[in-house]
């Protein structure tokens, strides 16, 4: 019997009579006080505001497009009912928006936060951003972590001039971190959010700190959770690797709809008209337990781990060292040069810094960071002909 939670009848009345009388409370990001890099460039106007003009460039980068070809959890499977991350991307923008509109806040800033957050994902889902830190920080001591490479996609590789507010949500977005109550720490200064962004690159555990700085960040992180929560679940069961019986209900239910359902309806119950977003203990604890569930019986699944550790890991290996050689070399035929540093400098956005002059081991982790699944593994065959290392996918009719 499937059990969807309600809205208190008290909370219901309150919101309907404060929605036509207009008089809720005005929490909701004020696009007035938008601050980008240069202030003089993307102004608003009543057709493209602040914050759509963020949806638009974000939608347009070059790197969008990959989302679709990029491993949500499952890597190894040729099976087009498993997400991808570009449907991942979708599904937290619309979690984030009906949350968001129902506590009256800033949409498309929500929108422009979740369009963005992973955009700077690795091929292999969580499995390559791994192993693409451990090659990062044995060559250069510095660390790769998705959400700070979706800031550098963004504000960087294509300096898109993105307000602070859309760039800062990305940054704290992490969906692995959960908590009961998220309390935004303002931000208003770049050189300040640029120090912590490099104090992300010097050490991991500091991605853990960040604290998003508007209403509607909080409002994307916790929907990061509920996205992947239950939908992971059907995926690993349409993956025929377990089944969604293996997984205890809980006081949220036990599919992806009452997951959603009903911690949507628990944040506005708590945080309706509150300068927070907040889960009562009961739904917190109920999260908490289904995302363990979901380590224990699928993300640290043993089959999953070592066909990553046997295949991608020594592939990504040998690519990695490959391109920095060719870059080192100056190979202008090789493809770190002809398929990204040209693509990247076709966009034609103004640089401090010509994008050829980034230090190579940068470029090397922004291509490989950049690749789709297909992109890799196609490349790798093209560089190594005759190497034995490929990865072997589970199709339809196994």
């Given at each position: 019997m499937?059990?969807?939670?309600?809205?208190?009848?008290?909370?219901?009345?309150?919101m309907?009579c404060?929605?036509?009388?207009?008089?809720f409370?005005?929490?909701?990001?004020?696009?007035?006080?938008?601050?980008?890099?240069?202030p003089?460039?993307?102004?608003?106007?009543i057709?493209r505001?602040?914050?759509?003009r963020?949806?638009?460039?974000?939608?347009?980068?070059?790197?969008?497009?990959?989302?679709?070809?990029?491993?949500?959890?499952f890597s190894f499977?040729?099976?087009?009912?498993?997400?991808?991350r570009a449907?991942?991307v979708?599904?937290?923008?619309?979690?984030?928006?009906?949350?968001?509109?129902?506590?009256?806040?800033?949409?498309?800033?929500?929108?422009?936060?979740?369009l963005?957050?992973?955009?700077?994902?690795?091929?292999?889902?969580?499995?390559?951003?791994?192993?693409?830190?451990?090659?990062?920080f044995?060559?250069?001591?510095?660390?790769?972590?998705?959400?700070?490479?979706?800031?550098r996609v963004?504000?960087s590789?294509?300096?898109?001039?993105?307000s602070?507010?859309?760039l800062?949500?990305?940054?704290?977005?992490?969906?692995?971190?959960?908590?009961?109550?998220?309390?935004?720490?303002?931000?208003?200064?770049?050189?300040?959010f640029?120090?912590q962004?490099?104090?992300?690159y010097?050490?991991?555990?500091?991605?853990?700190?960040?604290?998003?700085?508007?209403?509607?960040?909080?409002?994307m992180?916790?929907?990061?959770?509920?996205a992947?929560?239950?939908k992971d679940?059907?995926?690993?069961?349409?993956?025929?690797?377990?089944?969604?019986?293996?997984?205890?209900?809980g006081?949220?239910g036990?599919?992806?709809?009452e997951?959603i359902?009903?911690?949507i309806?628990?944040?506005?119950?708590?945080s309706?008209?509150?300068?927070y977003i907040?889960?009562?203990?009961?739904h917190f604890?109920?999260?908490?337990?289904?995302?363990a569930?979901?380590?224990?019986?699928?993300?640290?699944?043993?089959?999953?781990k070592?066909?990553v550790?046997?295949?991608?890991?020594p592939?990504?290996?040998?690519?990695?060292?490959?391109l920095?050689d060719?870059?080192?070399?100056?190979?202008?035929?090789?493809?770190?040069?002809t398929?990204?540093?040209k693509?990247?400098?076709k966009?034609?956005?103004?640089?401090?810094?010509?994008?050829?002059?980034?230090?190579?081991?940068?470029?090397?982790?922004?291509?490989?960071?950049?690749?789709?699944?297909?992109y890799?593994?196609?490349?790798?065959?093209h560089?190594?002909?005759?190497?034995?290392?490929?990865?072997?996918?589970?199709?339809?009719?196994?």
């Amino acid at each position: 019997m499937l059990y969807y939670e309600n809205l208190s009848e008290e909370l219901a009345t309150k919101m309907c009579c404060e929605k036509a009388e207009n008089s809720f409370a005005r929490l909701a990001f004020d696009e007035n006080n938008v601050i980008r890099r240069n202030p003089g460039k993307d102004k608003a106007n009543i057709i493209r505001t602040a914050f759509i003009r963020d949806c638009d460039k974000i939608i347009h980068c070059p790197f969008y497009n990959r989302y679709a070809d990029k491993t949500q959890v499952f890597s190894f499977y040729k099976n087009d009912d498993i997400s991808r991350r570009a449907l991942h991307v979708q599904l937290v923008s619309r979690i984030a928006r009906t949350i968001g509109k129902a506590l009256n806040l800033n949409l498309d800033l929500i929108e422009a936060i979740a369009l963005g957050h992973d955009i700077g994902h690795t091929p292999f889902g969580h499995a390559g951003e791994k192993i693409l830190d451990e090659l990062y920080f044995s060559h250069a001591g510095r660390h790769f972590s998705h959400n700070i490479h979706s800031v550098r996609v963004l504000d960087s590789i294509f300096p898109y001039n993105i307000s602070l507010q859309t760039l800062s949500g990305i940054a704290a977005h992490d969906g692995e971190i959960e908590k009961s109550e998220y309390e935004p720490c303002p931000l208003d200064d770049f050189s300040v959010f640029d120090a912590q962004i490099e104090d992300c690159y010097l050490d991991k555990e500091n991605v853990k700190k960040l604290i998003p700085s508007t209403l509607e960040g909080c409002v994307m992180r916790i929907s990061d959770i509920i996205a992947y929560l239950g939908k992971d679940r059907q995926d690993v069961a349409r993956a025929r690797i377990i089944n969604e019986e293996a997984f205890e209900p809980g006081a949220i239910g036990s599919t992806n709809a009452e997951f959603i359902n009903n911690l949507i309806v628990n944040i506005v119950e708590n945080s309706y008209g509150k300068p927070y977003i907040k889960l009562d203990e009961k739904h917190f604890e109920a999260l908490k337990k289904a995302k363990a569930d979901n380590y224990r019986l699928i993300y640290n699944d043993e089959r999953i781990k070592t066909a990553v550790n046997a295949t991608v890991k020594p592939m990504m290996q040998k690519l990695y060292d490959r391109l920095l050689d060719d870059l080192k070399k100056g190979d202008v035929d090789s493809p770190v040069f002809t398929h990204h540093i040209k693509y990247v400098n076709k966009a034609h956005y103004e640089r401090l810094i010509p994008y050829e002059q980034t230090p190579p081991d940068q470029i090397v982790v922004d291509y490989i960071a950049g690749m789709t699944d297909d992109y890799f593994v196609d490349l790798y065959a093209h560089l190594f002909k005759d190497d034995n290392l490929k990865i072997n996918y589970i199709g339809y009719f196994r």
